[in-house]
């Protein structure tokens, strides 16, 4: 009863906090038509960082941070385990996202994401790839960075999934280096990280999304590198980033391991 009772009033409270939110960028996002597209950018950076702040305190959320923070312009990749994950990075970072379209179709979702400008790509047509390039190069900026999941999903957090190559042409094309974060979630027993934070396979997002809720706290731990990587060719820079990334990356889905006490 305790855990229905906390996650309907992070629910509501989640609602309440994130409609402002998304109104307020809609509306930075007309008034920069009178100043500049720069305004734009500073403006949605710092509301979305105030959500992501209050967001995390909701859901009761802690996070650990290691490693150096990259400074825009630039291009990072992380792997992806959750929707929390870009909660995460927008607390840290100045950043767009690139995202799968079907999230274009989703209840509130979906218009939040739009209104924020997520660069939306639709993974099953092979020539949106060239577009969406392009769509990167046009987003980093002095004022903010891109962020990808090159794995293409999210996954239980075993491994690093393969990285898909294809995003990082941008990179290839600009010779930019390119960082890196690894990310990882831990939980407190009887609650599991690789089910009850991580969303992968056929799970319904809402039912996951209300478990998550129900947990009284939870844990991430985000590791950046310190060194940004190059290299003359995508599939080499594809495998050289996910090393990377697999070194710092501790999995989820070890639960005699991966729990921890409240202090």
């Known amino acids: 009863m305790i855990d229905f009772l906390r996650a309907g009033i992070r629910l509501i409270l989640f609602f309440i906090i994130s409609l ?24 949605k950076n710092n509301v979305i960082r105030i959500w992501s702040w209050i967001i995390i305190q909701v859901i009761g959320l802690r996070v650990n941070i290691k490693g150096t923070l990259p400074e825009s312009p630039y291009l990072l990749v992380s792997n992806h385990l959750s929707y929390i994950d870009p909660i995460i990075f927008w607390l840290y970072l100045d950043a767009t996202f690139v995202a799968k379209s079907e999230i274009k179709s989703w209840p509130f979702f979906g218009w939040g994401a739009k209104a924020l400008e997520i660069l939306f790509i639709d993974r099953d047509t092979r020539q949106d790839v060239h577009r969406m390039n392009d769509r990167i190069s046009e987003a980093i900026s002095q004022n903010q960075g891109v962020i990808l999941f090159p794995e293409g999903t999210s996954s239980k957090g075993a491994e690093v999934l393969p990285f898909n190559t294809s995003l990082l042409q941008y990179a290839i094309d600009n010779r930019s280096p390119v960082n890196f974060a690894a990310i990882t979630y831990r939980t407190q027993k009887p609650w599991k990280a690789h089910v009850d934070v991580c969303w992968w396979g056929d799970m319904s997002f809402f039912d996951h999304f209300w478990k998550l809720l129900k947990m009284p706290v939870f844990e991430a731990s985000v590791t950046f590198g310190d060194e940004a990587i190059m290299a003359s060719d995508r599939k080499i820079l594809a495998i050289k980033l996910r090393e990377a990334v697999s070194r710092h990356f501790t999995p989820t889905f070890q639960e005699t391991e991966n729990n921890f006490q409240q202090k």
């Open 20 to 43: 402002p939110t998304v109104i307020l960028v809609f509306i930075g996002n007309v008034i920069s038509k009178i100043f500049n597209e720069r305004w734009k950018v500073i403006w």
